[in-house]
């Protein structure tokens, strides 16, 4: 099914949303250990440089309260990969993703065709994992989306960020989107600069759109970016 069609479920969180965070729960059945290092070393042959770092996963959200836990990325992988495997993980892992905002309008990026995940559709930018990063001592979200900023578009300074203004679940892999809004009065061409310089590959392309063009778009974006241009629209 086309995932810009499927029913994701849209929460409306707090600005000041608590997070807090738990132990993790222990895999103790052995076929469940051998299902996921399966699917982890197929898809390091295909993708050599996959790194099993630590991931945030959610055990309960509520419009003022986040709570969660920290896991190895390779269960992700693997709910991603096998719909049996997802029925005995049940992880909700969780990312944060922005729209860009600059004087010209909304900056979107299209996923790499080569990308894990939703290859070759439109989103906000950026957009990635929580994951557990040197140094962290508590979970941080706003630095979480900072960091994003300088991997994929090579942006580090004169940005603000507001929000976060919802959580986006998608109704299959259970990846829960947490929406802020990241403003710069750095122009378009100066964006597009840094990313090509600086930034990874996680995009194959940028756009900058402004908004009184933003309507006919919606639909060929990913719901948590749709929800946040009806969110943020002057």
């Excluded at 994701?8 to 222990?26: F, K, N, R, Y």
């Excluded at 995940?117 to 040197?134: F, I, K, N």
Aim: negative net charge; aromatic residues 8%; hydrophobic residues 40%.
């Amino acid at each position: 099914m086309n995932p810009i069609t499927q029913n994701w479920t849209l929460t409306t969180l707090s600005p000041d949303i608590a997070v807090t965070c738990h132990e993790p729960p222990t895999v103790t059945d052995p076929a469940l250990e051998q299902g996921i290092e399966s699917i982890w070393q197929e898809t390091r042959q295909k993708h050599p440089g996959l790194y099993n770092g630590r991931v945030f996963c959610l055990s309960d959200l509520t419009e003022n309260t986040l709570s969660g836990f920290w896991c190895e990325y390779r269960w992700v992988l693997a709910q991603m990969r096998s719909p049996e495997l997802a029925a005995q993980l049940r992880l909700r892992s969780l990312a944060v993703t922005a729209l860009l905002i600059c004087p010209e309008g909304v900056v979107l990026g299209r996923r790499n065709p080569k990308s894990l995940y939703l290859p070759g559709y439109w989103q906000g930018v950026p957009a990635g994992s929580v994951e557990a990063r040197p140094g962290d001592k508590t979970i941080d979200l706003k630095a979480q989306l900072l960091a994003e900023l300088e991997e994929e578009i090579g942006l580090g300074e004169a940005v603000s960020i507001s929000g976060p203004f919802l959580a986006c679940e998608h109704d299959t892999t259970h990846i829960v989107d947490l929406g802020f809004a990241i403003r710069t009065s750095l122009g378009f061409a100066d964006i597009e600069t840094a990313w090509r310089a600086r930034a990874n590959d996680e995009y194959d392309a940028l756009e900058c759109h402004p908004w009184h063009e933003i309507a006919p778009l919606t639909s060929r974006v990913l719901p948590t970016t749709r929800a946040l241009l009806e969110r943020l629209a002057p």
